[in-house]
């Protein structure tokens, strides 16, 4: 069975401030990995996901995030931050095998503010 | 494609009262999810199907929870009796291999009083 961990529940920032938001996972096998963005009164929609291959991933809105297997982490990051960021920020994680379940963290609620 | 659709968008009901809440997955995709969300503890996955086969019910609360994948673009979650620590927001997602991203619904709000 996977796990994840969300280390910050908010995060404050000042606006083009840069942004950590911190996610580790546990997990006995292999994993595919994702962040999500949900906007009040909405749904959640896809940042970035890490498959394979390099380690750094970039995403939607000037996200990125980079897998560290050896810390078991997915830290998402972003050099500047608007406004328009603040929202929940759902780290996920999931097995390989068809049929596996989709485990999330318990969100970080990002805060910019001017 | 119009996405993942859940019905109602809101529910308010009355204590003891059987809720029950829509999904209607995107076309072609074969695993299906129901989620809750509340502040105490964030997203909570219930179950989950895959060919609407039910997987794993472990996260489902207690035995007044129910759902049911009838066929490949319909799924039921139903709560009853329902009791106040019920209210939060339900999410349905469906995905298809497990290297893709699951497409969320709207979610529904459900409310009891």
């Known amino acids: 069975a996977q796990s994840v961990t969300q280390l910050d529940s908010q995060v404050p920032v000042f606006e083009e401030a840069p942004v950590e938001l911190r996610c580790n996972y546990s997990?006995?096998?292999?994993?595919?990995l994702f962040w999500y963005v949900q906007y009040p009164n909405q749904g959640l929609q896809l940042l970035l996901k890490y498959l394979s291959g390099s380690t750094l991933v970039k995403g939607i809105n000037g996200f990125e995030a980079e897998f560290n297997k050896s810390q078991t982490s997915f830290h998402l990051r972003k050099p500047s931050v608007h406004i328009s960021d603040t929202a929940e920020y759902f780290c996920?994680?999931?097995?390989?095998?068809?049929?596996?379940?989709?485990?999330f963290g318990k969100g970080t609620t990002l805060s910019v503010s001017s | 494609d119009a996405g993942v659709i859940q019905s109602p968008r809101h529910e308010v009901t009355e204590m003891g009262q059987e809720v029950t809440l829509r999904c209607k997955p995107i076309s072609g995709h074969n695993s299906l999810f129901w989620y809750r969300q509340t502040m105490m503890r964030g997203l909570e996955l219930l179950i989950y199907?895959?060919?609407?086969?039910?997987?794993?019910d472990s996260g489902m609360p207690e035995d007044r929870f129910s759902a049911k994948m009838p066929n490949a673009s319909f799924s039921t979650l139903k709560i009853q009796p329902s009791e106040p620590r019920d209210s939060a927001v339900y999410f349905c997602?469906?995905?298809?291999?497990?290297?893709?991203?699951?497409?969320f619904g709207q979610g529904t709000r459900l409310t009891v009083v």
């Open positions: 996920a994680v999931s097995g390989y095998q068809a049929g596996t379940a989709l485990i």
């Open positions: 199907f895959n060919n609407n086969v039910p997987i794993d």
């Open positions: 997990s006995s096998v292999s994993v595919y």
């Open positions: 997602a469906s995905r298809s291999p497990p290297n893709t991203e699951a497409f």
